[in-house]
DNA sequence: GACGCGACTAAGCGTCTGCTTAGAATGTGC
DNA sequence: GCACATTCTAAGCAGACGCTTAGTCGCGTC
């Protein structure tokens, strides 16, 4: 009944990632720049941001010394302070922007189709793909929250519930509808956000899944969770 | 075409869990030394390992001082060397006996049956009740990773590659049978164990879902995702 | 009762941490 | 050409970090 199967490239995707010095590579720090783009910052803030989002993502959070921030956006230790008010300010910052474009890019993804069907393929999709584009980011916001001071990790958690309640009305619509078939709508809402957000775990760019693929891919298996019939 | 949903709770499962600093409650303790029972290992030894656990789930591994898993184990900062010989030397028995753990309740599972369908729901329910009961283990064994010295992680993702290549095969096993209509067994299976993975990101043991429970949730999402014909 | 031995601690070493201070450099408005 | 605000740095503070050293303690052995 067994076969021969490869074990080599997947099972390293499984595994996290070993700790990357030399930060992102070209292409994926042009996306970050894009996805910041439209934020009004000054030069040195924005080069601090994406500094600190590339050693978050790296070694973590607490891990990680604002010296080495610093250094990554060409500054002294002392220049972080000029624009940032501390560490946890820089975190908060980046998990405030991530989890923006996140809520921008899901509700983008609802607004393409009021069917229930179309819409969770569209929604799962596109967080998924999200999640993989910006994994370096994703990494961060999703898996550092327990840095944030209270009343910052609660800001976030209110654009967290947004994105919660809209997975879980649409499949409270299709189950209406007729078009799924859901026995735990909250269990299922649960699963289908928890693959998204581990996607920013183990997703490697280097990998041969392109973000959209893997979005196809997750959007399909949203709609089988769901029990959609097809 | 929408209605109310409460957002209160299941959000809350979505997100980070704020830093406890209370450490473990009592029937968690107990279930953690249980799971450990077996481990041949001086008092001192366990009640190290045990309060590693609890300090690097709650703050992270970066976080914790060793200072603090000397006073949670009741020694002084010293003593934490007569019994190993770094902080990262913790992390690797933590993650070494909590990975065996899952390999041994995943191979017990697989044992249950050689039906895919069976085996499937049986090995990926096992997995996702572990990393539910044991969420303070797998939190760190799954999540710091990256703090592990090259060659401890390298021992470690052999384990690991164990797990996905049993999920795979069960999967290839499915479709030869007939069983399971699925197009990307890679991408399925990597899908699958990451469901179960994330469980040690959002659970917690005040939640209203025991962990059979979810087992029982995610082994039917298991079935449905690789398209079993029901 | 002297000995050896493993478990343990008080004290502290050198280094690194987040962040501050005092002041230099630069550019802008008048 | 002077006042002013902003951006930045060199130097360093106070405390925390992982880990070591020297030595104490309790206990089983002969």
Redesign the pocket.
């Known amino acids: 009944m067994s076969g021969p199967l490869r074990t080599d490239d997947s099972a390293g995707e499984l595994d996290t990632a070993p700790v990357i010095e030399s930060g992102l590579d070209e292409s994926e720090a042009r996306d970050l720049a894009q996805a910041w783009l439209n934020e009004p910052l000054?030069p040195?803030a924005r080069r601090l941001l994406i500094g600190a989002v590339e050693a978050f993502a790296a070694r973590g959070y607490h891990a990680?010394?604002?010296?080495d921030i610093?250094a990554r956006a060409?500054?002294?230790?002392?220049?972080v302070?000029?624009?940032f008010a501390?560490?946890?300010e820089l975190l908060y910052q980046i998990s405030l922007i991530g989890h923006r474009g996140t809520v921008q890019v899901v509700r983008a993804a609802a607004a393409r189709s009021d069917e229930p069907a179309q819409r969770l393929r569209a929604v799962i999709s596109a967080i998924t793909a999200w999640h993989a584009r910006y994994h370096t980011t994703a990494r961060v916001i999703n898996y550092e929250m327990a840095a944030l001071t209270e009343r910052h990790r609660s800001d976030i958690s209110t654009l967290r519930r947004e994105i919660d309640a809209l997975v879980r009305q649409t499949l409270a619509d299709g189950v209406a509808s007729g078009a799924f078939d859901v026995p735990d709508v909250r269990g299922t809402t649960l699963a289908l956000l928890s693959l998204t957000i581990d996607v920013a775990r183990w997703f490697r760019a280097t990998g041969t899944r392109a973000p959209e693929e893997l979005g196809a891919l997750y959007g399909d298996l949203a709609l089988r969770m769901a029990g959609h019939r097809g």
């Not at 990680?64 to 010296?67: D, L, Q, V, W």
């Not at 060409?74 to 220049?79: D, F, K, M």
């Open positions: 000054a040195a990680t010394a604002t010296r610093a060409g500054l002294s230790s002392a220049g302070y000029v624009h501390s560490k946890e």
